[in-house]
């Protein structure tokens, strides 16, 4: 479960970017910085298989579960944002290992300076190698994937079942565990993408939707989309801060100014966390760590980050 929102800005407000990770409660999440560079390798190895490398990829911020390659939600030097979803269709059973949901995130980030680019980058390659492969961590989870796609100016919702598409270029955005496009903008095979491939209707992601959409409506700034990640609900799975089995474990606030300037909890229950603020270009701060050091994750060493109000 997670839940990921995004609002273009206009004359008076910046556009703004969000997300919350739900993952497994043990699962460590940490957050990354890998600078661009120009790659002299041919092949690239993601979560489980090997696909074509690009000659140049730039610098990004991402959180990530320790153990894929991939990530939950990231920004880039350009001002790229991509989170993505989990959404259970009527075709989300296969368990061949391929690209998986936070492979395509990592991906769009790396090889795209704008959220259009990102786009098409993702589309052509869930056209080659298609996705699949479990996603959890101690208990196996195989499911197709939506995205949250944007940059200062763009917005894309993109979902995806298998190697089929569709796309919905929107102002203001959020989305859940579910698919929400009925009248796709581009498509691979149908325009009611939600009608076709929605398999049991997620009643929870749905409210969840509806009461993260609610608030982002009037929010203006980052103090906004603080209280949105932080919101619970007294029915059952619908908080946007998630705790028990599933549990928000690392939160991400973004505003696209001309550097984005990205907040992050950093580790699990925003309701209870600060968010840390930081800028491309600055000294990495504590609890970030380059890929290199991924495995030296103090915090999750310690189950849990001390950074609380």
């Not at 929102?5 to 008076?12: H, M, Q, S, T, Y």
Request: net charge positive; hydrophobic share 30%.
């Amino acid at each position: 479960m997670s839940d990921t929102l995004g609002k273009i800005g206009n004359k008076k407000h910046d556009s703004m970017f969000a997300k919350n990770s739900d993952r497994e409660y043990d699962e460590p999440q940490i957050m990354v910085f890998i600078d661009g560079k120009q790659n002299t390798d041919k092949k690239l190895k993601t979560t489980y298989i090997e696909i074509e490398q690009v000659e140049h990829t730039h610098a990004i911020l991402i959180s990530k579960p320790i153990w894929m390659w991939g990530a939950e939600m990231g920004v880039n030097d350009c001002g790229v944002c991509i989170g993505n979803e989990a959404i259970n269709t009527k075709t989300s059973k296969d368990n061949k290992k391929s690209l998986i949901g936070m492979d395509f995130v990592r991906l769009g980030l790396e090889r795209a300076s704008s959220a259009k680019e990102a786009l098409n980058v993702m589309i052509e390659l869930l056209q080659k190698y298609g996705q699949g492969g479990n996603c959890g961590y101690n208990k196996e989870s195989y499911y197709d994937n939506s995205f949250l796609i944007m940059d200062k100016h763009t917005l894309y919702i993109l979902e995806t079942v298998g190697k089929n598409y569709a796309v919905k270029e929107k102002k203001t955005a959020s989305i859940s565990n579910c698919l929400s496009i009925s009248n796709a903008d581009i498509y691979s095979d149908v325009k009611n993408f939600k009608k076709k491939y929605t398999d049991i209707p997620k009643k929870n992601a749905n409210i969840r939707k509806k009461i993260t959409y609610k608030q982002l409506i009037y929010s203006k700034n980052e103090e906004d989309l603080f209280k949105i990640m932080r919101t619970h609900s007294k029915k059952d799975n619908c908080s946007i801060c998630m705790h028990g089995e599933y549990e928000s474990t690392n939160s991400m606030v973004v505003i696209l100014k001309d550097k984005p300037i990205i907040y992050f909890t950093g580790c699990p229950n925003p309701c209870k966390s600060n968010y840390i603020k930081y800028i491309f270009g600055e000294d990495l701060i504590y609890p970030i760590v380059s890929e290199e050091n991924q495995d030296n994750c103090d915090f999750w060493k310690g189950k849990r980050y001390t950074n609380f109000k």
